[in-house]
């Protein structure tokens, strides 16, 4: 909620009055009676939002908007009057107000108008974050893929791409399924056409249809206007719909209407609209274990898994590691403005082996930490951070991967390509010393280098 109201009014009962109210409600409540007092209120002292009188002797409540915004910009003022039309509500809050409540009103409607903002605001707030966060991957949209599973998946993203069909994408935590839906937008004959990212975990439920869905004016108390949804606004484009598992189970009956109906019907509103928008998913959920506890819908699940997109683990595709952080190297020296080139041999051996719990986004940030604490051109093993850099000697049964076979000539195989890994690097690749240090032949060592195909 908010921290800091200002009330301005020249009438004093009615501003000791809400002073009472909103200081019990925990606000710290500051006041003026008249306008130019609440211009050296705000040069003072910053404040939350602010609910202003609408006419006052002197500076009215029109006056007060632009000045008000031109000190605190993105402020929101919620103007008071009890000459309460419709058309000077409007009138409010096209010169700029939040919104208007007509005088006199009951301690309830107050503490819900500020709500209203309060959540309108954080709304706009996570708009404004997804668009900055659009903007950066548009320019850098490259995906990095080497690895077999990689490859095999951008095939299937370039097949399936050209058409309409939903498309599902699933993967762990920072593997990468943004940069996925992004490309499979890039890549559709939509690219043209707008991509809308929308996060289902990071709106508030009450606010999430009209959000995606659009609403009437007057469908609630705050909608002073008609307010064009996601959905719209993906018009022959692509919506992203990210962290679908969070999306409450009434929304997903609108969702799986929505799709296969291709119209949508605004909150509010009784006609419903045609829309031409293709749907991408993506979640880091287990979704038929979410169909299975009853909270995802079996049949939203099939509407839109039509085609399956599975991001592997960063752990089980090795083989892009080293492209990873050449990617990210060029990225960060431009940003970072670094002269760093590359990595050190041995660091590159230990960020391959590596399990990577937090996939590529974890790869991404290491980096840049690792590149800001490098001061020459090729970042040592020392800036790495100890997880990485002293991996634990011994494997442990947790280290088995819950769907990996439990085979254990792969897993012993595995385990050797490290530790002879680990050798190579301390005896800075002198094989001799190396197969001292393992306690084995050295014939046995180069059999071993190249059966593993471990590189040099
Ligand atoms: N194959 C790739 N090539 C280049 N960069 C990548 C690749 N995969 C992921 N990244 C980068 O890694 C970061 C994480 O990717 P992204 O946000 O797409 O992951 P995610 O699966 O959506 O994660 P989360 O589940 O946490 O939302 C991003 O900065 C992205 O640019
Ligand atoms: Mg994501």
Not at 23 to 36: K, M, P
Request: with cysteine.
């Amino acid at each position: 909620m908010y921290d800091r109201i200002l009330i301005v009014d020249d009438d004093d009962a009615l501003r000791e009055s809400l002073e009472l109210i909103l200081s019990a409600d925990g606000y710290h409540v500051l006041s003026a009676d008249c306008g130019e007092a609440a211009l050296d209120v705000i040069s003072e002292s910053s404040v939350d939002v602010v609910l202003c009188d609408l006419r006052m002797p002197g500076l009215d409540g029109f006056d007060l908007i632009p000045q008000i915004s031109c000190q605190m910009p993105g402020t929101p003022i919620i103007l008071m009057s009890a000459h309460g039309t419709e058309d000077l509500a409007v009138e409010a809050i096209r010169r700029g107000a939040y919104d208007y409540l007509a005088k006199p009103f009951q301690p309830a409607e107050i503490r819900l108008t500020l709500r209203k903002a309060h959540e309108r605001e954080q709304l706009r707030h996570q708009n404004e974050l997804l668009r900055r966060d659009m903007s950066r991957s548009l320019g850098d949209r490259a995906i990095v893929a080497a690895s077999d599973g990689m490859i095999e998946l951008l095939e299937m993203l370039e097949r399936t791409a050209t058409y309409k069909s939903t498309i599902l994408v699933t993967g762990e935590s920072g593997t990468g399924k943004e940069v996925i839906a992004r490309a499979i937008h890039q890549q559709s004959p939509r690219r043209e056409r707008p991509f809308v990212a929308v996060n289902c975990g990071a709106i508030p439920e009450n606010l999430l249809e009209s959000e995606l869905f659009g609403h009437a004016k007057g469908a609630f108390t705050g909608a002073n206007r008609a307010h064009r949804g996601l959905f719209t606004e993906a018009h022959e484009g692509t919506l992203f719909l990210d962290e679908i598992a969070e999306l409450p189970p009434p929304l997903q009956v609108k969702l799986l209407r929505a799709i296969q109906e291709e119209e949508i019907r605004p909150v509010g509103e009784t006609k419903s609209q045609q829309i031409d928008v293709r749907v991408v998913a993506a979640t880091a959920r287990d979704l038929t274990r979410e169909i299975a506890e009853g909270r995802f819908r079996e049949d939203l699940f099939y509407r839109l898994n039509v085609v399956r997109l599975e991001v592997p683990p960063l752990r089980d595709r090795r083989e892009d590691i080293p492209l990873l952080v050449d990617h990210f190297l060029a990225r960060f020296r431009d940003s970072l403005g670094k002269p760093v080139r590359r990595v050190s041999d041995e660091t590159l051996e230990l960020l391959v082996a590596y399990s990577w719990p937090g996939n590529v986004r974890e790869l991404e940030n290491l980096i840049e930490r690792a590149m800001i604490l490098t001061d020459g051109d090729v970042v040592e093993a020392s800036a790495l951070p100890s997880v990485v850099a002293s991996p634990p000697d011994q494997p442990s049964v947790a280290d088995v991967d819950s769907n990996e076979p439990l085979a254990l000539k792969p897993a012993r195989q595995a385990f050797e390509a490290k530790i002879i890994r680990k050798a190579l690097a301390r005896t800075d690749g002198n094989r001799t010393h190396a197969a001292k240090l393992l306690e084995i032949s050295h014939r046995a060592l180069l059999y071993k280098i190249k059966d593993y195909g471990i590189r040099d």
